[in-house]
């Protein structure tokens, strides 16, 4: 079965300091996969997403992340956290033919000054 | 870019109405679009997909009868909450394809609180 795995709930980090965010799937095929950020009470933000080619993909706001096949993961990376990076982020899959997204569970970042 | 717009941002509605949020592709045509559900402090959860010119496709659990979905163009599919209750209060937000490189855009998503 299909799912998507965040396994932090809460993570607080420091401003200045890095950050990785965790995502682990399972998926049958192929996946093709997504970070997005959600601000509260606003909608999805689209990060970065990734469907073949290098491992690492660059995003906006400074994000990357790093597709591992053999771990099934996808962790975002930030070198550098700013307060205003304080959000919920949810990792994503999707299969190539549109036909099913699966969201984690979501993972708060708070930002300490 | 492109955008989808989702009116109303938020609604307060009595038990017993009906609800209707609208879902928009400004700058494309969204032949399919997924309507999703989030619970407070949880994650989205698919309710349904919706294809122009189709009948949706519902995810397991969810019921058809009560959240009817509307995809009669190529730019605008609806979310109905039918005699709504206390329960369905929740955030909901829908989705569209925008392109196989382009991925998925999400509306700003509807604050629902029925009292």
């Known amino acids: 079965a299909q799912s998507v795995t965040q396994p932090d709930i809460h993570i607080t980090v420091s401003e200045g300091a890095s950050l990785e965010l965790r995502c682990n799937y399972s998926?049958?095929?192929?996946?093709?996969l997504f970070w997005y950020v959600q601000s509260p009470g606003q909608g999805l933000q689209l990060l970065l997403k990734y469907f073949s080619g290098d491992t690492l993909v660059q995003g906006i706001k400074g994000f990357e992340a790093e597709f591992k096949r053999s771990q099934s993961s996808f962790n975002l990376r930030k070198p550098s956290v700013h307060w205003s990076d304080a959000a919920e982020y949810f990792c994503a899959v999707g299969d190539y033919n549109f036909n099913k997204f699966y969201f984690g569970s979501g993972t708060k970042l708070n930002v300490k000054p | 870019g492109a955008v989808v717009s989702q009116h109303p941002s938020w609604v307060i509605c009595k038990s017993g109405t009906s609800v209707k949020i609208e879902c928009r592709s400004l700058?494309?045509?969204?032949?399919?679009m997924f309507w999703y559900r989030q619970f407070p402090k949880q994650s989205l959860m698919l309710m349904a997909t919706s294809n122009e010119g189709s009948k949706a496709t519902y995810e397991q659990g969810v019921e058809k009868d009560k959240f009817l979905i509307n995809h009669a163009s190529l730019t605008l599919s609806t979310l109905t909450v039918t005699s709504a209750h206390p329960e369905d209060s929740s955030f909901y937000i829908c989705?569209?394809?925008?392109?196989?490189?382009?991925?998925?855009?999400f509306g700003s998503g509807t604050r629902l609180t029925v009292v």
């Open positions: 989705s569209a394809r925008t392109g196989e490189n382009r991925g998925y855009t």
């Open positions: 998926y049958g095929a192929t996946p093709y």
């Open positions: 700058d494309f045509q969204a032949t399919t």
